[in-house]
């Protein structure tokens, strides 16, 4: 296993992200803005309009999750009203192409977002995005190679919008270190024109995570909070702060640069909801995680399956689900729950790892296993406890929830509506790993197959939802995450199915473990 620090220093490539939503006039009432009148009025109703960059593929220094991130960035835009132009892997011609267009876009009043991806780095105090056709031997050159961010900062306030939001990811080390004079780290300051916000993954002059899992650790967490109902954007950027300080244990911490005279909301919250408070979180900053303990994402592999696991840092969040969710059951009962960090597998266990516990179980070695009990998933979990020398377990019921969420509140961790590229109403179950994870790299949580989580049922969620019930134990077990065959209801976050004896089988019904620090 590679140690956190190991794996911090091994994230050295460098991946950048910019946001920028400028609020200016109304002018297309089918895009929700995100700039609020005064008090106790609704929010403007202006155009949306989003570029969104991912550079990977340098010749000299690829990159894993750029375009991942992008991807993911233009996917929760779009589903909060952007019309989004999404470029990936660009030459330095075409990123010029597409800002230009992208500043006559802005031109037409409304909410304007800048997303980038990549490579990036300060020369002389300035900061440069660079194309995927880079080709640089010394400082000099890269004026001419790369995209000065000032100049689109600069096209940006041309526009003349009420609100600009600029959010730099391009803040790890420079690839091209060996061939300057300096050895500057991450990027530069920036000043915040008037009504713009500049936002940073770290402190300028400091680097940042490239993150273990599909996206970088700053992404992963502005992923996650993106969709939050009724949170200024400050706000925003603040549950991305204590999300990356505490998953980097404390080694990269967010930075924000402010002029912004307005409001801003990504997602408006309805009519008389309070907003989720930010002092929530608190308990989440406290304590530091303790000496060798991971980071968020920082993986790790059972030398006796082959199981991936990675690490889930600890948290507080709102367990249930809120009275206006569709679908909601009477057992959904909203209340918050604070969890240690655990490991968490990052796929339900397949019928080939199940064989090494029982050699004459039958089925395709890539499909998630089915037809086990409870009672057959905590046996297969402590025969891998003893052979790991690990704590292995099933997720508690509040574990399996927070994990399913990864710092989302919505009925899904993608939204609040049906999403086909997942895998419920379906006419079968798939290969582990055939959709997409969620933001924490955690896959099939919804959808495929439920899970046997560790904890009894109990229905007015009094405690038994955080506790690991005892094989001897009789009673109901829960099980999570809805499967292939079943409405999009019973596939929420919130949605808990605990009918069941520990014994039970059935063929939709598998698992996944986690590992205790």
């Not at 010394?138 to 004026?143: A, N």
């Not at 190679?145 to 100049?151: H, P």
């Not at 500057?184 to 713009?196: F, K, N, S």
């Not at 889930?312 to 059951?329: D, H, K, L, T």
């Amino acid at each position: 296993m590679m140690s956190p620090k190991r794996s911090w220093f091994r994230a050295a490539a460098l991946c950048a992200a910019v946001l920028l939503p400028l609020a200016a006039h109304a002018a297309d009432k089918d895009r929700n803005l995100a700039v609020a009148k005064p008090a106790d009025s609704a929010p403007v109703k202006e155009q949306r309009v989003a570029l969104v960059i991912g550079n990977s593929s340098y010749k000299s220094a690829p990159l894993k999750n750029p375009a991942n991130d992008a991807a993911d960035i233009a996917r929760a835009l779009r589903g909060l009203g952007f019309q989004v132009t999404l470029k990936q892997n660009q030459s330095r011609d075409a990123m010029a192409q597409a800002i230009r267009e992208f500043g006559n876009q802005l031109k037409r009043g409304g909410t304007g977002l800048f997303y980038y991806a990549g490579h990036g780095m300060q020369v002389k105090g300035k900061n440069f995005l660079l194309p995927v056709d880079a080709d640089i031997q010394s400082e000099d050159e890269v004026p001419y190679r790369g995209i000065d961010a000032n100049e689109l900062l600069a096209k940006m306030e041309s526009a003349k919008n009420r609100v600009n939001i600029v959010i730099l990811d391009a803040c790890r080390n420079n690839p091209f270190a060996r061939s300057f004079r300096s050895s500057a780290q991450g990027l530069a300051q920036m000043d915040a024109p008037v009504g713009t916000l500049v936002a940073f993954a770290t402190a300028p002059g400091s680097v940042a995570a490239d993150g273990m899992g599909r996206n970088g650790l700053y992404t992963q967490h502005l992923l996650a909070s993106l969709n939050q109902p009724g949170l200024k954007i400050e706000d925003v950027f603040k549950r991305v702060r204590v999300g990356v300080r505490q998953g980097s244990r404390g080694k990269q911490i967010p930075w924000e640069n402010t002029s912004l005279e307005g409001d801003f909301y990504f997602k408006p919250g309805k009519p008389g909801e309070a907003p989720t408070q930010l002092a929530s979180l608190a308990p989440a900053l406290t304590p530091e995680p303790a000496p060798g303990a991971a980071g968020a994402g920082e993986a790790w592999a059972d030398p006796t399956t082959g199981m991936e696991f990675v690490w889930i840092p600890n948290g507080c969040f709102q367990m249930g689900s809120p009275a206006s969710e569709s679908g909601r059951e009477s057992d959904e009962q909203q209340h918050q729950v604070c969890v240690e960090g655990y490991w968490l597998a990052k796929y339900e266990v397949t019928n080939a790892q199940y064989k090494k516990f029982r050699p004459n179980h039958s089925a395709d070695d890539k499909l998630p296993v089915t037809d086990v009990s409870w009672t057959d998933a905590m046996h297969f979990a402590q025969w891998l406890s003893e052979k790991s020398g690990m704590k292995i377990r099933l997720p508690t019921e509040a574990e399996w929830e927070y994990a399913a969420r990864a710092g989302t509140s919505t009925a899904y961790f993608w939204g609040d509506s049906w999403d086909g590229r997942h895998n419920f109403m379906s006419s079968e179950k798939k290969p582990i790993g055939s959709h997409q994870p969620n933001a924490w790299g955690l896959y099939d949580m919804l959808g495929n197959v439920w899970e046997w989580t560790a904890s009894s049922y109990d229905g007015s969620y009094s405690g038994a939802e955080r506790q690991v019930a005892s094989l001897e134990a009789g009673g109901k077990r829960v099980y999570r995450g809805g499967s292939w065959n079943r409405r999009p209801r019973y596939v929420r976050s919130a949605n808990r199915a605990g009918d069941v004896p520990p014994d039970y089988r059935y063929d939709t019904i598998g698992f996944r473990l986690s590992r205790i620090p």
